[in-house]
């Protein structure tokens, strides 16, 4: 009999462990939820009264002496713990997430030496006797780093030959007058506007990446009206490089009013780059190659905005959001081919490849980049809809995972932790509205390209004021 005793309090002294290790649990995994700021205060209540709840019904169920409700209690306990410890885990995750994506402070220009294809050296080593080209239009002083660079490399100073732009350093490449080319490899496809298949025969024979501390933008509430910079740069890679940023949208945020307005600004606008092009003008997709803080000027003093916040994504990121998202429904203005695949005049359901070939194109249309920049704010309207619709709170954690390598923000992960809880604490929908820019294409000099001519469209000054306005009205709305 007494041995008979001893082992049932064995028993309740075990299953009152467990209980005691869900009590634990459940305040470790309060202390996560509330820490990472994501979860309105009156869901917080309830999670806290849920949980004390639980802890109390399973630990008394240790006291009876019927088997069936102390082994239910034990069984229920150990569930709970191993749900709690998910999530806690779960929110640790998301945050490292957030912090990985956001409260971006630096821009990269990689400085490339290139070769042509045929070259037999294989490393920066083997071109120490090489005659290095460079341009002293553009970038002169990242240029002269990486000279420095080469030299510390390949321990002496090395032959050097200096050309007035981009397009005779070019030139004399494959001319066989110098035999390699420094430049910052954002300038590659600017290069091959004006030199004809030049990426095609050349290949990178070292890089070197030199970061710049992005200029601090001044902080907005983000429960309050603020505008992000979103930058579509036309590159694969790593996210932080310098590059033509060939999609350039303005999305203008009221929380209040639960208004978005995306305002699409054609790459080729033909506008000055302050602090770099002085009083000389050059395609908006070219200030990129600068970084996002001179794209982010030139469109604040073209429009007479602040702008506090940008997002930049790449090619490669577009696909990859669009999948994690599990595909979205983009309507379509036209039907249209593009990229193997057929698009009817309507909603279409996309996934990836389909969503970044929809983007792109542009020869389908009359109005040519006019029409794809409406298109580009289709599917950025298409992705926003999704990513704030409640069904995607239970895959949060994945997509976030998936894409955190693909996007780049400045948006600390505590305002974006504070946006989140926002929307999860009103729960309402979006009314997202578009609108784009336009103007009269010619064909002038651009500061980044000398004297070569290339495609630009002179803003229509009317169409500018009525775009600002508009800006201005959703963010002064209440």
């Given at each position: 009999m007494r041995q008979r005793l001893l082992e049932m309090e064995r028993k309740n002294l075990i299953g009152k462990l467990i209980t005691l290790i869900q009590l634990l649990v459940s305040?470790?995994?309060?202390?996560?939820?509330?820490?990472?700021?994501?979860?309105?205060?009156?869901?917080?209540?309830?999670?806290?009264?849920?949980?004390?709840?639980?802890?109390?019904?399973?630990?008394?169920?240790?006291?009876?002496?019927?088997?069936?409700?102390?082994?239910?209690?034990?069984i229920i306990s150990l569930l709970m713990t191993i749900i709690l410890a998910a999530i806690s885990m779960g929110?640790?995750?998301?945050?490292?997430?957030?912090?990985?994506?956001?409260?971006?402070?630096?821009?990269?220009?990689?400085?490339?030496?290139?070769?042509?294809?045929?070259?037999?050296?294989?490393?920066?080593?083997?071109?120490?006797?090489?005659?290095?080209?460079?341009?002293?239009?553009?970038?002169?002083?990242?240029?002269d780093k990486m000279l420095k660079d080469i030299e510390k490399k390949v321990g002496k100073d090395v032959k050097t030959e200096e050309y007035e732009s981009l397009t005779d350093e070019a030139n004399a490449l494959l001319n066989g007058n110098v035999d390699a080319a420094v430049f910052n490899e954002g300038y590659m496809s600017m290069i091959d506007e004006s030199v004809e298949g030049f990426s095609d025969q050349v290949r990178i024979l070292y890089q070197y990446g030199i970061k710049t501390k992005l200029k601090e933008e001044k902080k907005a509430d983000v429960q309050e009206p603020f505008n992000v910079f979103i930058s579509g740069i036309d590159v694969a890679g790593p996210i932080t490089?310098?590059?033509?940023?060939?999609?350039?949208?303005?999305?203008?945020?009221?929380?209040?009013?639960?208004?978005?307005?995306?305002?699409?600004t054609p790459r080729d606008y033909y506008v000055t780059i302050p602090g770099v092009s002085g009083d000389a003008?050059?395609?908006?997709?070219?200030?990129?190659?600068?970084?996002?803080?001179?794209?982010?000027?030139?469109?604040?003093n073209l429009y007479g905005i602040d702008i506090s916040y940008y997002a930049r994504v790449n090619f490669t990121s577009l696909e990859t959001i669009v999948d994690a998202l599990g595909g979205v429904d983009v309507n379509s203005e036209v039907e249209f081919e593009a990229g193997g695949y057929s698009f009817h005049k309507g909603v279409n359901h996309m996934n990836g490849a389909q969503a970044l070939a929809f983007s792109r194109e542009r020869h389908s249309f009359a109005e040519g980049d006019n029409q794809r920049g409406k298109d580009q704010e289709a599917v950025l309207t298409a992705i926003i809809q999704k990513a704030t619709s409640p069904a995607i709170i239970k895959s949060a954690n994945e997509i976030l995972a998936t894409v955190s390598d693909c996007v780049e923000t400045n948006m600390t992960s505590d305002e974006m932790a504070k946006f989140i809880n926002m929307q999860l604490n009103d729960g309402a929908s979006w009314n997202i509205e578009s609108q784009a820019a336009s103007g009269k294409g010619d064909t002038q000099a651009c500061y980044s390209s000398g004297s070569q001519l290339l495609y630009v469209m002179w803003p229509d000054e009317a169409v500018v004021a009525n775009v600002s306005d508009k800006m201005q009205k959703v963010l002064t709305e209440k």
């Open positions: 305040v470790i995994c309060i202390v996560t939820v509330a820490g990472s700021g994501m979860l309105p205060k009156k869901y917080l209540i309830f999670l806290i009264g849920a949980l004390a709840v639980l802890f109390g019904a399973t630990h008394i169920l240790q006291y009876p002496k019927n088997k069936v409700l102390r082994y239910t209690g034990m929110m640790m995750k998301t945050d490292d997430v957030l912090k990985k994506v956001g409260g971006a402070t630096y821009k990269t220009d990689n400085m490339v030496v290139v070769v042509k294809k045929g070259d037999s050296a294989k490393s920066i080593e083997d071109a120490e006797d090489y005659r290095f080209g460079y341009q002293t239009a553009v970038d002169q002083k990242n240029t490089t310098n590059s033509r940023s060939d999609v350039n949208i303005i999305m203008t945020v009221n929380p209040n009013t639960k208004q978005i307005l995306l305002t699409t003008r050059d395609k908006l997709t070219h200030a990129g190659i600068y970084g996002v803080d001179a794209s982010m000027a030139t469109l604040e």
